[in-house]
């Protein structure tokens, strides 16, 4: 069960002195402290209105530490096929616009087929793991084909190593496939922490369409879009069977002025089984062989969309839908399997995970990995950076210290520290900081007089 949240719309929960009279509604008063937190919904103000009427000489800013919700730059690491020509031009635009360090591409050679050999995938895995150092915890592949290793997607093989157990081995017949612990996970080093470089394809019909998928993350970046998700339930019983998640997550996203999230329930034939003709979507998730119509919406940047099926991840195409299509009209992340799966939904992205962690930071390559238990046919596509929720921005001002964050789980509980130095020792000035949703929210310290302070979940 969660914790009562502290954090109401238009509320202040305040200990020690906050710059109010300790008997004024929403306060509290700790004769044992002297540095207040403020923490409240963002609402149009970067800070504490005391803050910017307070004329007086500033002092100089505290050093606010934030906990790491993703990966970066250079913890990435580029796998280039020189055989392909569209992989490296791919590549040469992807290390430019990301600005990847040169060490982290792995240049490989091996035929551009749709299925890449064990032989061949054993050979450029050992190529991998010897250039790469234990610094590089994600994966960007720079080709569309091959989009399989024998019977695993190209991405699982290189992020877990090929092996069987990552496959449907009951003769042809429907199985389940082998879990991974990155699933629902808060690990911000995976290969630290687990063994495993979560990867994603940089897909494209040709290079100026993996080119602008690339520019579209790099666009996405920090810009806190509000548009639009469809969760959708068809009336294709065999491929909706995600739909409890959608209807879970839908219920628990509460605030539409974050982001409006709509579950669509057209199971019994009543309505439409497409999302069509919308012009700010930045999530789609739906099941049907091939989803029709998508080319009439418009897609932020940054947008997830998916469509459980058996081959979507046969790109550029398959004889359904294949999941470059959605890259093709402007999605910037999606994700299908290579092989027949049967529809065990622990194959497939999990949307009350990978919509709740991308909000909360993380880069698009964390959140989709986490939200597949068993990804193991599974091909992850997009842009592995995109970060649209990342910025954290920090004012000090009037002596208070603010952040601005989306990060609070509403699951969790947090405390803000203080200490004289980043060495510590660190001593909590607020404990139990919670939001009742998904939010971007202001947390504010006054009077912000300790030279370090540290946001921490309990």
């Known amino acids: 069960m969660r914790r009562p949240p502290l954090l109401w719309l238009g509320l202040l929960a305040c200990v020690g002195a906050c710059g109010s009279d300790d008997s004024s509604p929403g306060s509290a008063s700790d004769a044992g402290t002297d540095t207040g937190i403020d923490a409240a919904v963002d609402s149009a103000t970067d800070g504490d209105s005391e803050a910017s009427a307070d004329s007086a000489p500033e002092a100089q800013a505290p050093k606010l530490i934030l906990p790491k919700s993703a990966l970066t730059a250079d913890e990435l690491g580029v796998l280039v096929n020189a055989s392909d020509?569209?992989?490296k031009e791919v590549a040469a635009h992807y290390v430019a616009a990301r600005k990847i360090p040169s060490a982290?591409?792995?240049?490989?050679?091996?035929?551009?087929?749709?299925?890449m050999t064990e032989t061949d995938f054993a050979a450029a895995k050992a190529a991998v793991d010897a250039a790469l150092g234990a610094k590089i915890q994600g994966l960007a592949i720079t080709w569309t084909k091959p989009y399989r290793v024998a019977c695993m997607s190209v991405t699982s093989a290189?992020?877990?190593g090929f092996d069987k157990k990552h496959c449907n081995t009951t003769g042809g017949s429907c199985g389940p496939t082998a879990s991974v612990p990155t699933y629902d996970s808060d690990s911000v080093a995976p290969f630290t922490d687990f063994g495993?470089?979560?990867?994603?394809?940089?897909v494209g019909k040709d290079a100026a369409t993996a080119k602008a998928l690339i520019d579209r993350g790099?666009?996405?970046?920090?810009?806190?879009?509000?548009g639009d998700g469809f969760l959708v339930r068809t009336t294709d019983t065999a491929r909706s069977v995600r739909w409890p998640s959608f209807v879970s997550l839908t219920s628990d996203w509460t605030d539409p002025s974050v982001m409006k999230l709509s579950y669509v329930d057209n199971s019994a034939g009543t309505g439409s089984n497409v999302i069509e003709n919308q012009k700010n979507v930045f999530f789609y998730f739906t099941g049907?062989?091939?989803v029709p119509k998508i080319e009439t919406n418009t897609y932020r940047p940054g947008a997830i969309a998916d469509h459980l099926t058996s081959y979507g991840g046969q790109v550029p195409t398959s004889g359904q839908m294949s999941i470059a299509k959605w890259i093709e009209v402007g999605i910037t992340g999606s994700f299908g399997t290579v092989v027949e799966p049967c529809n065990y939904k622990s194959k497939f992205p999990e949307?009350?995970?990978?919509?709740?962690?991308?909000?909360?930071g993380e880069t698009l390559l964390e959140a989709y990995f986490k939200s597949v238990s068993t990804p193991g046919e599974g091909l992850f596509v997009g842009e592995p950076l995109a970060r649209p929720f990342g910025a954290e921005p920090v004012t000090f001002a009037g002596g208070a210290l603010s952040v601005q964050t989306t990060h609070l789980d509403p699951a969790h509980s947090y405390a803000i520290e203080a200490a004289d130095s980043e060495?510590?020792?660190?001593?909590?000035v607020q404990s139990g900081i919670t939001v009742p949703s998904h939010q971007r929210a202001t947390l504010t310290v006054k009077p912000a007089d300790k030279a370090v302070y540290r946001l921490v979940r309990e």
């Open 423 to 428: 060495s510590g020792p660190f001593v909590a």
């Open 104 to 115: 982290n591409v792995v240049t490989l050679t091996f035929p551009v087929n749709d299925v």
């Open 218 to 226: 790099v666009a996405a970046d920090d810009t806190f879009p509000t």
């Open 158 to 160: 290189f992020a877990l």
């Open 196 to 202: 495993i470089r979560p990867a994603m394809m940089l």
């Open 288 to 290: 049907l062989a091939s």
């Open 85 to 87: 020509p569209q992989s």
């Open 351 to 360: 949307a009350e995970v990978v919509v709740p962690r991308y909000y909360r």
